[in-house]
């Protein structure tokens, strides 16, 4: 960013600069100690984000769902009004019955209702998806062959390196799926094909976890980065220029 840049900016642009840089400044100081600069900083990300989530939910769900539903003149429609939203309504009404000790029973009647119908619908769905679907997808590439090749191999398979690499890359995942359930499998002791298999599902569990752990920690740097760039090519030139000219130079 160029003094010509700097010069355009108006002050709110700055000030928000400036912002951004102190917040971020104060939640970076949290990796020296706790301190009130971090809980301040915390307090107003908290603050920001659940008034963000309210003025969302609204202008969302409640006024085209509900009242534009209800009384579609205040939409401008002329559409006649659905009653039949009044039921979930009064559902969302007995949920936040919960802070009154006196009617905290009603909440239990919509959470019932809320955990039977995720329950029923995620049941079908987990099913296809994480098993069904993942089956398919393990055992199609052990017999994968290119559609419309004609070859005398058997059953017309293509011995190809990327289906020789795809097919080895599958029996390893089965592998790995067995000898990780095996590792759970605490009906019978682990000796034997059992221990083996349970021992061998240990590393394939190290292996798992350790990725999940790594790719956790690339997205935290990343965030930092982020930070890091902010501050160097956005705030620092802004202020740079700011000191500059608060001592005449």
């Given at each position: 960013m160029g003094h010509g840049a700097l010069d355009t900016l108006g002050s709110p642009q700055i000030i928000g600069l400036w912002l951004q840089a102190v917040l971020t400044f104060a939640i970076l100081s949290f990796l020296i100690a706790d301190n009130?600069?971090?809980k301040f900083a915390e307090h107003v990300f908290v603050g920001i984000s659940a008034g963000y989530g309210v003025v969302l939910v609204w202008h969302e769900?409640?006024?085209?769902?509900?009242?534009?539903?209800?009384?579609?003149?205040?939409?401008?429609?002329?559409?006649?009004?659905?009653?039949w939203v009044i039921v979930p309504t009064l559902l969302g009404l007995m949920m936040v019955a919960r802070f009154v000790p006196r009617l905290a029973w009603l909440s239990r009647w919509p959470i019932a209702f809320v955990v039977g119908v995720t329950t029923g619908a995620?049941?079908?769905?987990?099913?296809q998806a994480s098993i069904l679907e993942q089956m398919h997808g393990t055992i199609?590439?052990?017999?994968?062959?290119?559609p419309g090749v004609l070859t005398d191999r058997p059953f017309g398979l293509d011995y190809s390196a990327l289906a020789v690499l795809t097919a080895a890359n599958a029996l390893l995942l089965i592998v790995g799926v067995v000898c990780t359930l095996s590792y759970f499998?605490?009906?019978?002791?682990?000796?034997?094909?059992?221990?083996v298999a349970s021992r061998i599902?240990?590393?394939?569990?190290?292996?798992?976890?350790?990725?999940?752990?790594?790719?956790?920690?690339?997205?935290?740097?990343?965030?930092?980065?982020?930070?890091?760039?902010f501050l160097l090519y956005d705030w620092w030139p802004v202020a740079s220029h700011g000191v500059s000219h608060l001592f005449g130079r």
């Open positions: 009130p600069f971090y769900a409640v006024l085209p769902i509900l009242l534009y539903r209800i009384f579609p003149t205040l939409s401008g429609e002329l559409a006649s009004p659905d009653y995620s049941i079908p769905v987990g099913v199609k590439p052990l017999l994968y062959h290119r499998y605490f009906s019978h002791e682990h000796k034997r094909l059992l221990g599902g240990i590393w394939f569990l190290m292996i798992a976890f350790g990725a999940g752990f790594g790719n956790t920690v690339m997205a935290r740097i990343s965030l930092l980065i982020g930070r890091v760039q």
